[in-house]
């Protein structure tokens, strides 16, 4: 796996996340939370896009943190992402140009 190959399981994990938050018969909390609402489709619309944000920020973040171009939890540090074959996932800057392509690029 390459860090285009990981950046892009990650858009599809969010993607999957935002969809299952977005559930009206789904079954995790925040679904049942924003189902509590009953809200207007109008709200709901805004919702999923306040949630469609959060989680780009959270994911997107999270791969530059990895990649060492960002802070996890105000630390800021180079990882090595290796995967169950034991092969790096990418060099330094890997990750950040394809989070960057999946999560930004693709949405425009």
């Known amino acids: ?3 285009n190959e990981f950046a892009r ?3 599809a994990e969010r993607d999957s996340i935002l969809d299952s938050y977005c559930d009206a018969t789904g079954e995790t909390g925040v679904s049942a939370r ?3 609402l ?3 489709p ?5 919702i999923r896009l306040i ?7 959270a994911f997107y973040t999270m791969l530059l943190a990895i990649d060492g171009c960002a802070t996890i939890g105000g630390h800021q540090h180079q990882y090595r992402l290796i995967d169950e074959d034991g092969q790096f996932v990418g060099e330094s ?3 950040e140009a394809a989070a960057y392509e999946h999560f930004h ?4």
Do not use: Y
């Open 42 to 46: 109008d709200l709901r619309a805004a």
């Open 51 to 57: 949630l469609d944000d959060a989680l780009t920020d």
């Open 9 to 11: 399981l990650c858009k």
């Open 93 to 95: 800057g890997d990750l």
């Open 34 to 36: 924003i189902e509590s």
């Open 1 to 3: 796996m390459d860090a």
């Open 38 to 40: 009953s809200p207007a």
């Open 105 to 108: 690029e693709s949405q425009q």
